[in-house]
């Protein structure tokens, strides 16, 4: 009977005063950390993909919260929804964020293209594209080992069945961390609405590109010369399109037509084509 | 303390707890994905089973002892360390953010391991004095902190390698681990 008394008194008495101590020190140690860090963290996607520039949603909250420099439409994948939510927390005013999504420039398929030579060691771009700037004869194409689907934390790119990333519109938030990564910069980041991209990254004499690539852009100029509203401009030996101009002035979209390569193509279907496909 | 030297040296090299004694896996594995995440949670476990063993020892010789209850050693102490780790998080994030950040959530998942419980039980099994148990618990953290930098390293180079498929992540951290833990039976034997 006695040992159950001393038990009891024993687990009573340590629990207690562990409590006690825990209770105090609760008082004691209290860190005052303003509530509505909370509040912003959980109107974040929490994604933790760090496109705000900050090492996680929780650390981004804590920024917009304290510093009033930081501007509340920093989170990318959370879109305007979040930007005005949080904009409405910390008494911001939250500018327009333009949905961007992941577009891979490069269209030559990696499982046919021409190789300068057979690659077989890790399964990296980063580590292909030091060797002889990689194993595809076109410096700036895609090397298809798919850095960039490893580097997507929302599942928004995959590998299609000819080696080249595919990105799933619906799920792509704009990160933008695949372009980053990409060690030939074919990703790159254009607004969800795009007219026109054009689908390839070679900065290659046409000449040149011809000999390896029957898709690549070619540098002839012509859809430069034929966009009434310039918006479309030759860099270094391709077309760069300003989605900008298209989607203010652009009705015909001409540039399309005389593109030998077909490289220029349509990004989004205009609503008056959708019409006709129904 | 040549005694010193000798237990800490066999805390951290021939008595590893994860890889001679298999204590404390679960985090082993689970966060020795990056080597700055298990570095952080490498430290949190030392300062925790170092102080932790000290109040242990406290514990055991002051109260279960004299009451003549020491058949609840092992209830006390997880009672013990569970309260230790909530009172050191709330005093590491008063005191010193830049820590706190960098432990975050490592210090309460530690509070459930079992390399933590396992010390301090050790040492009140062996009869170490007070300072003994605080060398050997700390010689068990860094033993510890030791597998799991050298287990984050090791897979993040395996992470560039080319693994067979079936054996990818967590199957071919097994087959490391076991290398590793091999490697450590090398010891055994140095130190009686």
Redesign the interface.
């Known amino acids: 009977m006695s040992?159950v008394i001393?038990?009891i008194?024993?687990?009573a008495?340590?629990?207690m005063s562990?409590?006690l101590?825990?209770a105090y020190?609760?008082k004691k140690?209290?860190?005052e950390m303003n509530p509505l860090i909370h509040v912003v963290e959980d109107a974040l996607p929490k994604g933790q993909c760090g496109a705000c520039g900050f090492a996680g949603c929780m650390a981004y909250a804590e920024a917009v919260v304290l510093d009033k420099d930081v501007a509340p439409n920093l989170c990318i994948p959370g879109k305007k929804a979040v930007a005005e939510q949080v904009g409405k927390l910390t008494g911001k005013v939250a500018e327009d964020i333009e949905p961007r999504v992941a577009f891979v420039k490069c269209s030559e398929p990696v499982s046919v293209g021409s190789k300068k030579y057979i690659y077989s060691g890790?399964?990296?771009c980063l580590?292909a594209s030091l060797l002889h700037a990689g194993p595809k004869d076109c410096e700036y194409g895609c090397i298809g080992l798919g850095t960039c689907v490893k580097q997507c934390v929302f599942d928004a790119i995959e590998l299609n069945d000819q080696g080249l990333p595919v990105v799933n519109k619906e799920k792509c938030t704009g990160c933008g961390k695949c372009a980053a990564v990409c060690p030939k910069k074919v990703i790159d980041m254009i607004p969800i609405d795009a007219h026109v991209a054009v689908y390839c990254n070679s900065h290659d004499k046409g000449a040149v590109v011809k000999k390896f690539c029957k898709l690549a852009c070619i540098g002839c100029g012509l859809c430069a010369k034929l966009c009434p509203h310039g918006a479309v401009k030759m860099q270094n030996n391709l077309a760069v399109v300003d989605s900008s101009i298209c989607a203010e002035k652009c009705t015909e979209m001409v540039c399309l037509d005389k593109c030998s390569t077909k490289a220029i193509k349509t990004y989004k279907i205009p609503p008056l084509e959708m019409e006709q496909a129904v | 303390m040549n005694d010193y030297l000798l237990l800490f040296m066999g805390a951290v090299v021939v008595n590893n707890f994860v890889l001679t004694r298999f204590l404390g896996l679960c985090i082993f594995f689970g966060v020795s994905n990056n080597l700055s995440a298990s570095a952080g949670m490498g430290m949190a476990v030392t300062a925790v089973i170092t102080l932790s063993s000290m109040f242990a020892w406290i514990?055991h010789h002051y109260?279960?002892v004299p009451?003549?209850?020491t058949f609840?050693t092992t209830?006390?102490f997880v009672?013990?360390i569970a309260?230790f780790v909530?009172?050191l998080e709330?005093?590491v994030?008063?005191?010193t953010?830049a820590l706190h950040k960098m432990w975050g959530i490592y210090l309460l998942l530690v509070a459930t391991n079992c390399v933590v419980l396992g010390v301090p039980l050790i040492n009140v099994e062996s009869n170490f004095s007070l300072m003994k148990s605080i060398v050997n618990a700390f010689g068990s953290g860094v033993g510890f902190a030791l597998a799991i930098v050298l287990m984050a390293s090791c897979r993040e180079k395996l992470r560039?390698?080319?693994v067979p498929k079936s054996l990818e992540g967590l199957g071919v951290a097994f087959i490391v681990a076991g290398c590793l833990a091999l490697s450590f039976f090398g010891f055994s034997g140095m130190i009686k």
């Open positions: 040992s001393a038990i008194a024993v687990m008495g340590v629990g562990f409590g101590v825990l020190a609760n140690f209290a860190v890790i399964e990296d580590a | 514990v109260i279960l009451f003549n209850v609840l209830i006390v009672l013990l309260s909530q009172l709330m005093v994030k008063k005191y953010p560039l390698a080319d």
